[in-house]
């Protein structure tokens, strides 16, 4: 077992030999998984509820403290921070260049990887608990108002050249995506789901959408 100091109800992730942990009382810790042994912690301001993702040697992780954290992976120190409109409840999709997430009050945003520099926000107006998940060329939300919005426009072929195209339905958010994003996208398609959406959308390579809801 490896001790936290809050309850963690986030899966960690388990890479570089470590596995980066991150609690209710806003601790992020790295374990060695062969010995157990701490090998960095990073502390918020309030707690986290999600995982962190990672890329490159890069932890990208949101916090209830209104924050989207990146982090060096092997030495826990922090390369960039970024402010929100609120609590993250989301993980990060992380592609090559871009970290995306849906804060609490439902404002999608685009942030370089490089260091946090926002790209483009994009309010819902409505309440987010899940993570935005990346496939098709289009950025797909679930919230709270039994929605799914789906974001981006796949008929311009100037975009599909610019886009997420390789991600898939990668529900780990390894960012395995060789190829850019587009410079701005705006909502195009909403999808009634019947009841509240507090999980995230899973697609399949057809482009079938899977959700769970709340009633």
């Known amino acids: 077992a490896f001790a936290m100091a809050g309850s963690v109800w986030s899966a960690p992730p388990a890479k570089y030999d470590s596995l ?16 157990r042994a701490t090998r960095w912690q990073f502390k918020a301001s309030a707690g986290f509820s999600t995982s962190a993702s990672v890329y490159r040697g890069t932890l990208v992780i949101g916090s209830w403290d209104k924050n989207v954290y990146a982090l060096d992976a092997f030495t826990g120190q922090l390369l960039w921070q970024a402010a929100t409109d609120g609590e ?9 260049t871009e970290g995306i997430v849906v804060s609490r009050p439902g404002t999608v945003y685009r942030l370089a990887l490089s260091d946090g520099s926002q790209i483009q926000s994009i309010p819902l107006n409505v309440e987010v608990w899940s993570s935005p998940a990346l496939a098709h060329s289009m950025i797909y939300v679930g919230a709270t108002d039994g ?3 789906a974001l981006g ?5 100037t975009m599909l050249a610019k886009t997420w195209t390789s ?7 390894t960012g395995l995506a060789p190829t850019l994003g587009p410079t701005t996208i705006a909502p195009k398609i909403v999808i009634n789901a019947g009841g509240g959406v507090n999980g995230s959308p899973v697609l399949d390579d057809a482009g079938n959408i899977y959700v769970g809801t709340s009633s």
């Open 167 to 173: 991600f898939g339905a990668d529900s780990r958010h």
């Open 20 to 35: 980066f942990v991150s609690d209710q009382s806003g601790v992020l810790t790295a374990f060695d998984v062969k010995t």
């Open 147 to 149: 929605m799914i919005y």
């Open 153 to 157: 426009d796949p008929a311009k072929q």
């Open 88 to 96: 993250m409840r989301s993980n990060v999709a992380v592609t090559p």
